[in-house]
C-alpha cells in the first residue's frame, strides 16, 4: 500500500457504551399502555403504604379514633383505583413498542438507496441500511432527528455543513463516501437479523477493495460487531471491542497488491441512539475528523504543487 503523508494514529482504548442496534432513521412506533396488572400492583403497594403509616401512628402513641380513620380512607383509596373507570396511566408512564424482525417483502415498495462511492477518496462511510425516510427521499441519512451530516461537520470532515440532498456531492466537496453493510430499507436496525448483517461484510468487502479508499469508517458499534462475526464466527468481547481506529490487522478490502484501508468505528448517528451523549459522539468522531480534515489539506497542497510544476 502507498504510504500517505500523514501517519493514522495509533488505536486509544476508549470505554464503550452499549448501543445495541444502529439505527440510520428513528421510527415512528406505536406505544402500547402498561397492562392492567401493574395498576393493581401499584394499588397494594399504595395500601402498604397507609397501613405502615397507619402502624408507625400507633408506636408514636396517636389515639386510636385518627388509627381507624386512617386505615377507612386507605380502603377507599384502593377501591377507587379499582374502579371499572379508573383513569389510564399519564403518557409519561408509556413506552415504545420494540421493532421486531421484518422480512424484506414488507419494504420492497422501497426503493434501495445508491451507493456514494469513487475510486481513490480520502474515507468512505459505513451505515447499517436506509430508513424509510432515507429510502423515500434518495439521500443519507435523511431524518431530521440523525445527526450524520451535523458530526459530520463538527469533528473536521466537512468544512460546511451539508445537507441530506447533497449526499451526491460528498466526492467532489470532500472526497468522501457513503454506504451500507445492508442494503434493503427497514425502520429500524432491529428489523434485520444478524446474519443478513453479518453476510453483508463480504459485499462490503469487496467494494473497498474496488475503490480503495485511504481508510473506512464504521457508523456504529452494532455495524462493527457484525463485520467481526462474519470474520472470526463468533460475538465481539467487551475487552475486545473500542471506538477509534482498529488495529492493523482489521483493515478492510485487502488484496496481494494492496494493504487494504484502516478501520476507524465511530457511534452510531441515529436519533434512537440515546445511550451515548451528543458530547460523547462528538469526542470520538473528533479524532477522525481531524485526519480526514489533514489528509485534505495534504492532497490540496500536493494538487497546488503539480501545477505549479506543470506551469
Known amino acids: ?46 395500601r402498604f403504604r397507609h397501613v405502615a403509616d397507619a402502624s408507625q401512628a400507633t408506636n408514636n402513641g ?4 385518627a388509627r381507624r380513620s386512617g386505615r377507612k380512607r386507605a380502603i377507599e383509596e384502593t377501591k377507587e383505583e379499582q374502579r371499572p373507570d379508573a383513569p389510564s396511566p399519564s403518557p409519561a408512564k408509556r413506552r415504545r413498542q420494540a421493532s421486531r424482525y421484518a422480512p424484506p417483502s414488507k419494504y420492497a415498495h422501497l426503493p434501495p438507496l445508491v451507493d456514494v462511492l469513487e475510486p481513490g477518496l480520502i474515507a468512505v462511510f459505513v451505515g447499517t441500511n436506509p430508513g424509510i425516510r432515507t429510502a423515500t427521499s434518495g439521500h443519507a441519512y435523511a431524518h431530521p432527528s440523525n445527526s450524520y ?10 468544512d460546511v455543513r451539508l445537507r441530506p440532498e447533497q449526499d451526491v456531492d460528498l466526492p ?9 453493510i445492508v442494503e434493503r430499507p427497514s425502520k429500524d436496525a432491529a428489523e434485520l437479523s444478524k446474519a443478513e448483517m453479518a453476510t453483508g461484510t463480504p459485499i462490503l468487502e469487496e467494494k473497498i477493495r ?25 460475538e465481539i468481547k467487551k475487552t475486545e471491542f473500542q471506538y477509534g481506529w482498529q488495529n492493523e490487522k482489521e ?7 494492496w494493504d487494504g484501508a484502516p478501520v476507524f468505528v465511530a457511534t ?17 468522531w473528533k479524532p477522525f475528523g481531524e ?11 500536493e494538487s497546488n504543487g503539480d501545477r505549479q510544476n506543470a506551469g
Open 1 to 46: 500500500m502507498a504510504q500517505t503523508s500523514s501517519e493514522l494514529p495509533k488505536p486509544s482504548r476508549m470505554e464503550s457504551r452499549d448501543e445495541g442496534d444502529d439505527v440510520n432513521e428513528e421510527s415512528d412506533g406505536s406505544t402500547t399502555v402498561e397492562h392492567a396488572s401493574t395498576t393493581t400492583f401499584k394499588s397494594n403497594l399504595q
Open 62 to 65: 396517636d389515639n386510636p379514633t
Open 149 to 158: 451530516w451535523k458530526l459530520l461537520h463538527s469533528s473536521g470532515c466537512t
Open 172 to 180: 467532489r466537496l470532500c472526497s468522501l463516501g457513503n454506504t451500507n
Open 210 to 234: 474496488q475503490f480503495r479508499p485511504e481508510a473506512v469508517c464504521i457508523v456504529g458499534k452494532g455495524i462493527w460487531e457484525a463485520v467481526w462475526r462474519w470474520r472470526y464466527k463468533r
Open 251 to 257: 483493515r478492510m478490502g485487502k488484496t496481494p497488491d
Open 268 to 284: 452510531s448517528t441515529s436519533g434512537l441512539s440515546a445511550s451515548t451523549k451528543p458530547a460523547e459522539k462528538e469526542a470520538i
Open 291 to 301: 485526519w480526514v480534515k489533514k489528509r485534505r489539506d495534504e492532497r490540496k497542497a
